[in-house]
């Protein structure tokens, strides 16, 4: 819903993090970090599994609009037209080597079929078990 930030005064957020503080696309949040505190326009929601949800992300001028020399360790791309996805990421790591981590939409996808084959398996195994203690009384 909505559409990405293009520029450095907005921002998206999670639906989870827009229902904690009862905001909506097109409200002004502020946001503060270290010292400085700026004012954000919401321009959209996205999904995003980490921290519960409770997030939210800007452009790179925002963080710098907050604090100029921080380090930025993590960068987030959405690609319009992921036909090429992987000469993408094959040309990262190419010129970053070993400097770079890359995850996939495939990959977190692929995390959570994991956690719902064992979320499937935990509730089979319960009713086992109170199926065999069915038994026994």
Same mark, same amino acid.
């Given at each position: &819903? ?9 921002? @998206?957020?999670t ?9 909506? @696309?097109?409200d ?10 700026k004012?954000f326009?919401i ?10 949800g =409770?997030?939210f992300? =800007?452009?790179? /001028?925002?963080l ?6 921080e380090? @930025?360790t993590?960068y987030?791309?959405?690609?319009k037209?992921?036909?090429?996805v992987?000469?993408?990421v094959?040309?990262?790591k190419? &010129?970053?080597?070993?400097k @770079?981590?890359i995850?996939?939409? &495939? ?9 719902? /084959?064992? /979320? ?12 065999f ?5």
């Amino acid at each position: &819903k909505g559409v990405a930030p293009n520029t450095a005064d907005e921002i @998206i957020v999670t639906e989870v993090f827009a229902e904690a503080y009862a905001v909506e @696309i097109g409200d002004t949040v502020e946001v503060s970090y270290n010292d400085t505190t700026k004012d954000f326009t919401i321009t959209g929601f996205y999904q995003s599994v980490g921290k519960a949800g =409770m997030q939210f992300s =800007m452009l790179v /001028s925002g963080l710098r609009s907050l604090s100029p020399d921080e380090e @930025i360790t993590v960068y987030d791309y959405v690609l319009k037209d992921n036909s090429n996805v992987n000469d993408i990421v094959e040309k990262l790591k190419d &010129k970053y080597d070993d400097k @770079i981590e890359i995850t996939t939409l &495939k990959d977190v996808l692929g995390v959570i079929d994991t956690i719902s /084959s064992l /979320s499937m398996l935990i509730v089979m195994l319960v009713y086992t078990i109170s199926e065999f203690l069915f038994l026994l009384l």
